[in-house]
């Protein structure tokens, strides 16, 4: 079985763990000349594609980040945040790939135990690097720092791994 995290946003990772090994890489965006990052919506579909075909059956839980604070449950930033998500929800649908969407505290709670302090993102590099010591979470070869994106697709994919447990799609 195949266990797939997604930190959906643009500065976020996908991340695949089997019984044999784990691996994150940064979710593909391209700059354009002018503006900002957007997605690269081919290259994200061909990654799903890849890590969904050939193989083991899959499965994969996407974060689910929801408004940040109840007064911008209408806003902007909130609508932005659910069109992330639902676009990750439509793309997996459409794929057949089975799927889940959770909440950051829901995973936290089980993936962050153990871990110190009030910093979520600090708190998911510690868990990532305590669980997968081999897998490097930096986003390239030349950053110096560890990404929270990555090792929160890390915990996603091994929360999924802890959730799911090897039901098919059709129980999950």
């Not at 081919?42 to 839980?61: K, N, W």
């Not at 930033?77 to 990750?88: D, F, I, M, S």
């Not at 962050?112 to 979520?120: V, W």
Request: net charge positive; proline share 7%; with cysteine.
């Amino acid at each position: 079985m195949i266990y797939v995290g997604i930190d959906p946003g643009k500065q976020g990772a996908i991340a695949r763990i089997d019984a044999d090994s784990a691996t994150a890489f940064p979710i593909p965006v391209f700059k354009p000349a002018k503006g900002k990052p957007e997605y690269d919506v081919g290259a994200i579909r061909d990654a799903m594609l890849e890590l969904a075909t050939g193989g083991p059956e899959i499965f994969v839980m996407v974060e689910d980040p929801g408004p940040i604070s109840p007064r911008v449950k209408a806003g902007s930033l909130a609508q932005y945040n659910r069109g992330v998500t639902r676009g990750w929800d439509w793309l997996l649908m459409g794929m057949g790939i089975p799927h889940q969407l959770v909440k950051p505290k829901a995973w936290q709670k089980v993936m962050h135990e153990g871990c110190a302090g009030d910093d979520t993102k600090l708190k998911s590099i510690t868990a990532a690097q305590r669980l997968f010591p081999n897998v490097d979470l930096r986003r390239t070869e030349r950053c110096r720092t560890q990404d929270d994106g990555m090792a929160e697709a890390l915990l996603l994919a091994e929360y999924g791994r802890r959730t799911h447990n090897g039901r098919s799609s059709q129980e999950a």
